[in-house]
């Protein structure tokens, strides 16, 4: 695989910069910028952004997902506490983030941080910390397209409400005269838990916690980059009544995932006590990646 198609993209924030534009905020959360502002990003070259979405649709196969899961979910690729995942997680700043020059673990904080002055329950804030810790799928060497990314179903029919539908035509499955179908492999009202979804960091970090936080926040980490069924509302023929329970818990999460980040520098000095202390609570000292 050449370069550009491992890292057609300058930077993974300008996959949430797409987002931005797609689902622009109703009332922004982040204290001192608007919702115009957070319209107004630097527009990313939309070739380099379709080109992403080419790879991303192309090669996400149901047999390619189930490749990275028998690769990832063996977690032998490290061992570290989370507090030094998100060092870890630092070798992925880039100078050329048109929105702010804080690095990754600045990014969580100000998500987690704008969770908790809203009054929600420890677990909910600890989501926001780790939502985005499964990019270190980069630093084990996958493609930007195999980590970031808007996620969907595999394993039937790909909805044209996901961004770029037009490129799922190279995409294997499509010609699979199961898996072209509505319901695929799977059975209706069969629940996500038994659906797999397109490979990247929300699934992979999903595996890594969930042993450890509640249903909810499990929920909140698997589906939060499932635009198309959280925002467009399509699969929901999958889903139980477990599952949509569980997703207005992923929609009230992704106003923060999205609208949270601000040029504003938390002071980590601060609050590292309070999460050193809120990562105790949830996982042992340290965890397998």
Same mark, same amino acid.
Request: hydrophobic fraction near 35%.
């Given at each position: 695989?050449?370069?550009?198609?491992?890292?057609?993209?300058?930077?993974?924030?300008?996959?949430?910069?797409?987002?931005?534009?797609?689902?622009?905020?109703?009332?922004?959360?982040?204290?001192?910028?608007?919702?115009?502002?957070?319209?107004?990003?630097?527009?990313?070259?939309?070739?380099?952004?379709?080109?992403?979405?080419?790879?991303?649709?192309?090669?996400?196969?149901?047999?390619?997902?189930?490749?990275?899961?028998?690769?990832?979910?063996?977690?032998?690729?490290?061992?570290?506490?989370?507090?030094?995942?998100?060092?870890?997680?630092?070798?992925?700043?880039?100078?050329?983030?048109?929105?702010?020059?804080?690095?990754?673990?600045?990014?969580?904080?100000?998500?987690?941080?704008?969770?908790?002055?809203?009054?929600?329950?420890?677990?909910?804030?600890?989501? @926001?910390?780790?939502? $985005?810790?499964?990019?270190?799928?980069?630093?084990?060497? %996958?493609?930007?397209?195999? &980590? !970031?990314? *808007?996620?969907?179903?595999?394993?039937?029919?790909?909805?044209?409400?996901?961004?770029?539908?037009?490129?799922?035509?190279?995409?294997?499955?499509?010609?699979?005269?199961?898996?072209?179908?509505?319901?695929?492999?799977?059975?209706? @009202?069969?629940?996500? $838990?038994?659906?797999?979804?397109?490979?990247?960091?929300? %699934?992979?970090?999903?595996? &890594? !916690?969930? *042993?450890?936080?509640?249903?909810?926040?499990?929920?909140?980490?698997?589906?939060?980059?499932?635009?198309?069924?959280?925002?467009?509302?399509?699969?929901?023929?999958?889903?139980?009544?477990?599952?949509?329970?569980?997703?207005?818990?992923?929609?009230?999460?992704?106003?923060?995932?999205?609208?949270?980040?601000?040029? %504003?520098?938390?002071?980590?000095?601060?609050?590292?006590?309070?999460?050193?202390?809120?990562?105790?609570?949830?996982?042992?000292?340290?965890?397998?990646?």
């Amino acid at each position: 695989m050449t370069k550009n198609e491992s890292a057609p993209l300058k930077n993974l924030d300008m996959w949430e910069e797409d987002l931005l534009k797609r689902y622009p905020d109703r009332d922004s959360i982040a204290e001192g910028k608007s919702r115009e502002e957070y319209r107004n990003y630097d527009n990313p070259e939309r070739d380099t952004v379709r080109e992403f979405y080419r790879l991303n649709h192309t090669f996400q196969t149901y047999d390619f997902v189930m490749k990275k899961r028998d690769e990832f979910l063996k977690f032998n690729k490290k061992e570290m506490p989370v507090w030094d995942a998100f060092q870890f997680l630092n070798q992925l700043v880039d100078d050329s983030d048109p929105d702010t020059d804080l690095d990754q673990f600045h990014h969580l904080l100000q998500t987690s941080e704008a969770i908790r002055r809203d009054g929600h329950p420890d677990w909910f804030v600890m989501v @926001g910390l780790l939502r $985005d810790m499964g990019k270190v799928l980069c630093l084990f060497g %996958e493609p930007q397209w195999a &980590v !970031v990314g *808007d996620t969907f179903p595999v394993g039937c029919a790909f909805s044209d409400k996901v961004v770029y539908p037009e490129f799922f035509a190279g995409n294997r499955d499509s010609q699979d005269s199961l898996y072209r179908t509505r319901n695929g492999i799977y059975s209706p @009202g069969c629940g996500l $838990d038994n659906v797999h979804f397109s490979w990247g960091h929300d %699934e992979y970090l999903y595996h &890594v !916690v969930k *042993d450890y936080l509640p249903e909810e926040a499990s929920c909140m980490i698997r589906y939060h980059s499932c635009y198309v069924i959280h925002q467009q509302r399509e699969y929901e023929h999958l889903m139980s009544e477990r599952d949509q329970k569980m997703f207005d818990w992923v929609r009230n999460f992704s106003r923060y995932d999205l609208y949270s980040k601000s040029p %504003e520098r938390p002071d980590v000095a601060t609050l590292k006590l309070f999460y050193q202390d809120l990562i105790a609570e949830f996982f042992p000292p340290k965890l397998h990646w």
